[in-house]
């Protein structure tokens, strides 16, 4: 019976990963990069400039800029520089303008103007795709909390299946073949086992409220406005009352919140009715202040009077708890060091996803390696394979280089470099169809190298903004997304070299390596 229940969580862990494996590649890709969001932004928008942070002043730059050309506008929305972030950011409501009628300018904080940079999602796009992989609202967020849910699921039957987990994380047999992936895979999945627990586990409670929704329908209905303003803290705004009244000065109430919370960090203010007299004003601290989100760390005022009306709401131990995990799972509270080390985990658990797609495919190839043509369902997973990994990657190399060579004055430009990230995408589809899965492979990947490697060098030829002139700035936002780019492609200079070079054949294979898998092989199949 034990025997046979391990059989049935490793039939489990295996199709499971394949079914879902492809989707999952792409959404741990896209949500480590999401880990750098507003460093990629920075590169994607080097007309943005990082300045000294003076919150005082910048407040007011955007209060005068808002009043000048909102002044008719319901609501506004500030975002002040941080450590991460260059742009002074403001925004409003305006039914004639922008997309959702909503209108947004980054400002130059010593000209008070708006900065004429290229129109860019940045690591927005690769952050929002992460969790809607770019499909209309739910359906994408419905699908990637499913992902997690398998995620877990995996990682829960993969600690089943291999009873000796721990023993092999000290294991690596190098050019064994399908031995060496196996090793690869268990060492890599146990390094990091608790942070992918963490992770899947995490995504599931971000989106409880559609995995779950029966208490929050029997309580609240149909409006979900009013759930989630009860949830963060949130008060109705007040009608305004229609009588004119000066906005206070908004450095004067930062310095309140100040006294109150010293050394506190702004994320976002937020003006309600802005010159009524019924006006609000709500800082917000940033998310970068503490692991967990806290409804008590945000401050409301009389937008009239300058009186603090509230002080958010004290958190209870299961909101905590359940804050603590969305905080974990984002990461905006990691420092530079931790949030490199995200990264590296991020990326170790996209090798744990894309080493067991390889090793479902190479057990069965080996299995028809005599019979001549393998089955065209195996045909069928090897491109799926080549195009969901190598592809994906081509296919983000092709939206940064879209961002560098796409006109900047091109109507829709941000959606062009979308576009052109899913255009790439799909050549590489195309092109591992045509071609035998190995050359596939190294061809995509030395094109990958290729693109990523070269990425320095055109940022300084398009920018002026290159290695040589952001290091000695010390921009290390520009300067580390230059360096990381070099990085990879050299790494996938040296996995194409592997791919490219000839393959070893079959016949001269010990035959230990081929036909006495360990019990664990054994059972993933």
């Given at each position: 019976m034990k025997e046979g229940f391990r059989q049935a969580m490793a039939w489990l862990h295996t199709w499971t990963g394949l079914i879902f494996g492809w989707l999952l590649f792409a959404i741990f890709l896209t949500g480590t990069l999401s880990y750098f969001k507003e460093e990629i932004t920075r590169w994607a928008q080097p007309e943005v400039h990082r300045q000294a942070l003076q919150p005082s002043h910048d407040l007011e730059v955007a209060q005068r800029y808002l009043q000048d050309h909102a002044g008719h506008s319901g609501t506004w929305f500030i975002r002040l520089p941080n450590a991460r972030e260059a742009a002074l950011s403001v925004g409003y409501r305006d039914a004639n303008g922008g997309p959702r009628g909503f209108v947004s300018k980054t400002l130059d904080s010593h000209t008070g103007q708006p900065v004429a940079a290229r129109d860019s999602r940045g690591g927005e796009f690769f952050y929002r795709f992460h969790f809607q992989?770019?499909?209309?609202?739910?359906y994408g967020r419905w699908l990637s909390t499913f992902c997690a849910f398998i995620m877990l699921l995996g990682l829960v039957t993969g600690i089943i299946t291999h009873k000796k987990i721990f023993k092999e994380f000290f294991t690596f047999r190098p050019g064994k073949g399908q031995r060496s992936w196996l090793d690869g895979h268990n060492a890599v999945g146990v390094l990091v086992l608790p942070f992918h627990l963490m992770i899947s586990y995490s995504s599931l409670v971000?989106?409880?409220?559609?995995?779950?929704?029966?208490?929050?329908?029997?309580?609240?209905?149909?409006?979900?406005?009013?759930?989630?303003?009860?949830?963060?803290?949130?008060?109705?705004?007040?009608?305004?009352?229609?009588?004119?009244?000066?906005?206070?000065?908004?450095?004067s109430l930062y310095a309140k919140v100040q006294a109150l919370q010293p050394g506190a960090r702004i994320g976002n203010i937020q003006v309600q009715n802005p010159g009524d007299s019924n006006a609000r004003v709500t800082f917000t601290q940033s998310a970068a202040d503490h692991v967990a989100y806290r409804r008590s760390a945000n401050w409301t005022f009389d937008g009239a009077s300058g009186a603090l009306l509230s002080q958010g709401k004290p958190e209870s131990a299961a909101m905590m708890t359940a804050f603590s995990f969305a905080g974990l799972h984002m990461g905006n509270f990691a420092g530079p060091w931790l949030r490199w080390l995200y990264f590296f985990f991020g990326v170790a658990g996209t090798a744990v996803i894309g080493t067991g797609l390889v090793m479902w495919l190479g057990k069965r190839q080996l299995k028809h390696a005599k019979g001549g043509h393998p089955p065209g369902e195996l045909r069928l997973v090897e491109v799926l394979n080549i195009?969901?990994?190598?592809?994906?990657?081509?296919?983000?190399?092709?939206?940064?280089?879209?961002?560098?060579?796409?006109?900047?004055?091109?109507?829709?430009?941000?959606?062009?470099?979308?576009?052109?990230?899913?255009?790439?995408?799909?050549?590489?589809?195309?092109?591992?169809?045509?071609r035998s899965g190995r050359r596939a492979w190294g061809e995509q990947l030395a094109l990958g190298a290729l693109a990523f490697a070269l990425l320095p060098l055109l940022n300084g030829l398009t920018t002026g903004q290159g290695l040589n002139h952001s290091l000695q700035a010390g921009d290390w936002a520009m300067a580390g997304f230059d360096l990381t780019a070099l990085g990879t492609g050299l790494l996938l200079a040296w996995l194409a070299s592997k791919m490219l070079r000839s393959r070893q054949p079959a016949a001269r294979r010990t035959p230990r390596a081929v036909n006495t898998?360990?019990?664990?092989?054994?059972?993933?199949?």
């Open positions: 992989l770019q499909m209309p609202h739910p971000l989106f409880m409220y559609m995995v779950m929704p029966a208490g929050i329908m029997a309580s609240y209905g149909n409006d979900t406005g009013k759930y989630f303003n009860d949830l963060f803290g949130r008060n109705e705004a007040p009608k305004a009352a229609q009588v004119a009244a000066p906005l206070v000065p908004l450095p195009a969901s990994m190598s592809g994906l990657l081509l296919a983000v190399a092709g939206f940064f280089w879209a961002n560098r060579l796409l006109p900047m004055g091109i109507e829709g430009r941000a959606d062009w470099e979308v576009n052109a990230f899913f255009i790439a995408w799909g050549l590489s589809l195309l092109h591992a169809m045509l898998p360990s019990s664990e092989t054994a059972e993933a199949s």
